[in-house]
């Protein structure tokens, strides 16, 4: 099975700070890795997909890199409004899908 | 426009059965793959099964599998989740959600099932 590991588990930033998260699969996934945002109580919202394809709609602030087992997503400039939580998701051995634990992103 | 809505959620003993509805409209039910994902109470996304989109294939978490199924009508527009067996740690909200490609798009808005005594 494909585990997924995400760091850091949570982070505080300042509103207009850079916001780096990554992601690391256990095997090579080459770029069948997603992004979601979730906020609380709310149901998860697709941000990128396939690494670093911004999903329509999804402010450009947002953007995803990476290929392999290594992947960043990156807030470019925070806004109050990203306050969430954000997962990434493999499906490099689809049907089945694997989450990562989570990045609960406060501001400061 | 599209939509998913949840039902059949609540309180059940361990040991018990329970079945989840998930209402689709707005789009080609038919059309598309379908999964369930659930969260337990402040914990991470776990995925639990998926169905293709005429039923012909199913698969499930590691977690699940033997208990749940999930199966669907569509000529209803309604995919399920047969739980059977629940554990406490089954408690969650379960999310029915609409495949793309290997993402998901299209998210209902979750019902919760609390196992307890």
């Known amino acids: 099975d494909i585990q997924m590991t995400q760091s850091p588990s949570s982070l505080s930033a300042s509103v207009g700070d850079r916001v780096t998260i990554t992601c690391q699969a256990s095997?090579?996934?080459?770029?069948?890795l997603n992004w979601y945002q979730q906020k609380p109580g709310k149901a998860p919202k697709l941000l990128i997909y396939?690494?670093?394809n911004l999903e329509t709609g999804v402010p450009s602030r947002f953007s995803g890199s990476g290929s392999g087992t290594d992947f960043t997503f990156t807030i470019s400039s925070l806004q109050p409004e990203d306050i969430a939580t954000y997962y990434c998701q493999q499906y490099d051995n689809l049907p089945i899908f694997t989450f990562g634990p989570g990045t609960k992103v406060d501001i400061k | 426009q599209v939509q998913l809505v949840e039902s059949g959620g609540g309180v059940v003993q361990p040991g018990r059965s329970l079945r989840l509805s998930c209402a689709a409209s707005?789009?080609?039910?038919?059309?598309?793959?379908m999964h369930w994902v659930r969260q337990a109470p402040g914990k991470g996304l776990e995925w639990v099964a998926v169905?293709?989109?005429?039923?012909?294939?199913?698969y499930y978490a590691d977690s699940v599998k033997g208990r749940f199924t999930i199966s669907r009508d569509n000529s209803k527009n309604t995919l399920y989740l047969q739980m059977n067996s629940l554990r406490a740690e089954d408690t969650a909200v379960y999310y029915c959600?609409?495949?793309?490609?290997?993402?998901?798009?299209?998210w209902g808005q979750g019902t919760l099932v609390t196992v307890s005594s």
């Open positions: 396939d690494a670093s």
């Open positions: 095997q090579d996934i080459s770029n069948y």
């Open positions: 169905i293709w989109y005429d039923g012909s294939n199913k």
């Open positions: 959600a609409r495949d793309r490609e290997g993402a998901i798009l299209i």
């Open positions: 707005g789009f080609t039910f038919s059309s598309y793959g």
